[in-house]
């Protein structure tokens, strides 16, 4: 018995397919395209980072600012890694990764991280995967067009 519809594993592996030749054939759209997902990752990092991590509070309030977990906030350059293209989302302060990760206080006890990063990371995961499939769907719309469809 015959069925109509599409097999999910299937779509998946054609998507993967198009984003490889997406990729290859407009480079310079495709860098740019992973620029800003990572520019707008940031953006849902650092709301978690403002709501999750305090502020230091103390009198060296000129060291405070250029050293502020909140002001660390950065995009990299986008990047190959392996064959995939990649753009880092990250926090340039010093003690970031402490933030992160937690870290042993020095009376022993310790502080558990934030998981600002990671958090972002699942909550960003909808919005990418729906840009990623925009961003496709433009790439076969502009290629169709250009094929004389």
Known sequence: M??????????????????RD??????KET??????????????AKKIGKKNVGTS???KKDWQ??????????VGK?????NDLCCRAYNKAPHAHLIE???VNVDGSFTAGKLVFKLAELEFLTQYLD???????QYFDETSKGKGH
Do not use: R, W
């Open 2 to 19: 015959a069925q109509d519809g599409f097999l999910f594993g299937e779509l998946s592996e054609f998507k993967q397919e198009l984003m």
């Open 22 to 27: 997406i990729k290859q054939n407009f480079p």
């Open 31 to 44: 860098e740019k395209f992973i620029k800003k997902e990572a520019g707008k990752c940031l953006k849902v």
């Open 57 to 59: 509070k103390g009198t």
């Open 65 to 74: 600012e250029s050293k502020s977990y909140h002001n660390g906030f950065k």
């Open 78 to 82: 986008a990047y190959k890694y392996g």
């Open 101 to 103: 990760n937690g870290h």
């Open 131 to 137: 840009d990623a499939e925009d961003f496709m769907y």
